[in-house]
């Protein structure tokens, strides 16, 4: 299967396009710019989901769900949000089709044009906060806390699949409170949320930080973010929170009245992590093999294969891995046992390597007799033959091992490729030859860090919390608080 | 809370309506004929989907998920499909907004309309059938067994929360074999599921058989369909599934190849159940109290309330009650405690009685003497005083009985209201006076099926499996070989 397979270095791009595909992760539709997402690629997803939900509701949020259209006068209430969207909206014009009079087939019914044209969510503020308008009349309604699972669209030129598509899935949290500093506890608190999250779940080391204004979401008054390096050296936002100040209960006129009997504008945060994540597990961890998963994401952790000839040795092979099986399950763990004769071995074994499966083992004839079997790591492709006696308690702490492994060595090249750079020259220099996360000084202008991205393409990725050696901006030479970090990214 | 609200008997719309927004379920948006489901109505979805996603599972299938959008050309492909779906399709014809020139704020940009329009999926079959297109070409590809948690459109023009809607969210089935046989058997099994799903989840029974040709999905050759029958004697449709023989398969040139290397076409199966089920999961059990749940699907399944006057006695309240609690969770069970200082306990009973909370307790400082709580069960509305030694097999054990008692009192309802109609004035005279499902002869021929709807609105609600009972077609007098079952409905 991988023999018709980009390597990283040959190609990083197609690699990643051809790992997509061929692992059987998504596939682009006929629709342009959106994706299927097959069961191998859902499935992760839907772990990723199950892990998020609780760790939303062990916060207290809940779940809700809002409409997919919203009218077009909604968007236009904020002004920084509509100019953020209106480029990329998909808009429904008409409510029906009809047969073409002149025969040539379905067409539009002019007759059932909307008076007012909808907008498919791109994000869900506008109509969000148009309910919150009713919900919320005094102190003891707040804080609503609540998330969406849902899909949005935003019409992308280009479009790849998991890192930007037209369509994609994601959450969506927003919540509402009293004051402006709960509403910042929150956005902090669900920046925290998603970094612990991509590198408990995800085995991706994250940057937390705060986005320059340039960077901000549409509407915000500052933007949380948690940023993640790739293969490539270039940068993956994997998840946003942002401070919305009273920008939206403004534009809907959402007040409540305070214990002092007062009319208040409400405070906003809102917060988001999609189906991009996807592409971020894939160009953390995996290889010129293919897919490698982080074990607590991995639809199949263990995937057993039987090695026989004859039909009475793969029953007595099945007889010896049940009990097995059944104890692995026990524990919870994701267990494959494929004795499908279609395929051979040879096949099953490049299958399941290609697709990222965490741990496989073998087990033919021979090691009936000596009581083992053959184990294979995935993350290090490491082979070895053990007894089956404790092999449970072994698989188990194999696959905390490997989760362990992954993250490390994301974390050692994230440490490899993360640069200071003190001069002009030697950003730039960076950027051409070694890529990763810069830490520079920057003067803290829009003008400046524009200037940058249009020289270089790179951009500020986050404002780091701490660091706090003064220096002097790399561009304009004026002085600077703190390094930031800078990349070029996805 | 409940007394401004309508009961059952003065108007059984209106008391539907009410108790929609009332009990915090869902409300109208917006948008024309969305609704926004909240987290209370969400909470219930929640747990529907989490017991049939396993159920999915359990029988095999995998979850996938297909674009939002379909090309307006794959939707005329299956005439039959087209034809049954045109008229309440929502149109996305352009794909940008801009400023408007003259300042009238944000227009649709007419220099970004797309060159063929694209519909937002009323159901997947045509996108899905066009995927399945690539994925399949072997006996080995086949079956493929997969389901989509989406949201779907249909413009509605007259809309009722949960029961139909423009936007709702559902789960869509769609599977691929290579035989006939297998097809009609999966689309069996589906049936099945769902009739389980129906009767030992939501308390709700249900018939299950076939639709008459009039009544079939658009583009299937049989659909099969479970049928309840609420409070106000209609008939609602709590699922159906599909088989679609060969329809999609040629309409988007889906073959394979046997094991004999002979291309041949693929057989179909699609299956879906919608939020449409928390409607008729109102209309089953509530009362002029408000919302009765059904435990399984009741997202606070005990609430307990403290009665007291003085801060210390809370205190004392909430230590008798934390390790109950806690052993209550244990067991799986969903507990709130409710110890806010915000409401009275009269105000909390009213709200919890409203939402349908299987079980309440109460205790007061007179309990905590005695070693005794109040417990109230919201299905029969009695209360009791239980020593409090013991009460957590006590609940265990009564919501297990509230369970079974919903169901049984919903089976005695529909068994009372079923009834045998022999003739025309007999079956026009029950229409009005008693509704419920009636059994009556039929003739075979859409055309009697479709006299009989016009001059009474009844429709056949399914062609039961069993019954072999011959007679005359209560219409047209001709011979009949068994009853089906005639209802108003939803």
């Known amino acids: 299967m991988a023999k018709d397979f980009s390597s990283r ?39 990723m989901q199950a892990a998020l939900d609780k760790m939303f509701k062990d916060t207290g949020h809940s779940n809700a769900y809002f409409p997919l259209f919203i009218p077009k006068s909604f968007f236009s209430r904020e002004a920084d949000h509509v100019e953020g969207f209106a480029k990329e909206c998909a808009v429904v014009t008409h409510y029906r089709l009809k047969k073409d009079p002149n025969g040539n087939g379905i067409v539009v019914d002019d007759e059932a044009k909307l008076e007012e044209e909808l907008i498919v ?31 949005v669209v935003r019409w992308e030129m280009r479009t790849r699949l998991f890192l930007r598509t ?26 925290n949320v998603y970094a612990e999250f991509a590198e408990n779940w995800l085995a991706m080391p994250v940057l937390k930080g705060v986005k320059s204004p340039n960077e901000r979401f549409a509407g915000a008054l500052d933007t949380y973010c948690i940023e993640a390096l790739m293969q490539d050296g270039k940068a993956l936002q994997a998840g946003t929170s942002h401070f919305l100040g009273q920008n939206f209960a403004k534009a809907f006129g959402v007040q409540y009245l305070n214990k002092e009997n007062k009319l208040t504008y409400v405070w906003a945060t809102s917060w988001g992590v999609s189906t991009r994540l996807i592409g971020a597990l894939i160009m953390t961890h995996s290889d010129d093999h293919g897919l490698v998963l982080p074990p607590k994401l991995a639809p199949i952790q263990v995937v057993i ?34 004795n499908r004769d279609t395929y051979k071995p040879g096949w099953k074994f490049n299958e399941y390597e290609f697709k990222g499966v965490p741990i496989r083992l073998a087990i033919g004839p021979r090691d009936l007799e000596n009581g083992t079997v053959e184990i294979a790591r995935r993350d290090t492709l490491e082979k070895e033959i053990i007894p089956i006696e404790g092999i449970t308690e072994n698989i188990e702490y194999l696959l905390a091992e490997i ?36 830490l520079a000084h920057w003067d803290g202008t829009a003008e400046t860090e524009q200037k940058i991205k249009e020289e270089t393409k790179a951009t500020i990725r986050l404002i780091p919390f701490d660091g706090d050696e003064e220096g002097q901006c790399i561009y304009s030479g004026k002085p600077s608080k703190k390094r930031v970090v800078f990349a070029l990214s996805y």
């Not at 503020?125 to 102190?139: H, L």
């Open 305 to 338: 294969i039987p090695i026989y000839k004859k039909e009475e040795q793969l029953i007595q092979i099945s007889e010896k891995i049940e009990p097995i099986i059944h104890k692995l399950r026990e524990k919870g763990i994701a267990v494959k046992y494929d």
């Open 9 to 47: 270095e040959e190609n990083y791009s197609q690699w990643y396009n051809e790992l997509v595909v061929k692992a059987d992760l998504a596939e682009n539709s006929a629709v342009r710019g959106c994706m299927v997402i097959k069961p191998y690629g859902y499935a992760i997803w839907e772990k």
């Open 166 to 191: 037209a369509e994609f899935l994601w959450q969506e949290g927003h919540t509402a409170h009293a004051t402006e500093q709960e509403a910042i506890e929150e956005t902090i608190q669900m920046m």
């Open 403 to 438: 989760q362990k492994n992954l993250f490390d060595k994301a974390l050692a090249f994230r440490t490899q490729n993360t640069f200071k750079a003190d001069t002009w020259e030697e950003f730039k220099d960076m950027l051409e030859n070694k890529k990763g996360f810069i």
């Open 121 to 151: 969510r791109p994000t869900s503020e506008t109509i969000i906060w148009d309910t919150y308008k009713n919900w919320i009349q005094s102190y003891r309604d707040l804080p609503v806390l609540i998330n969406q699972w849902a899909n």
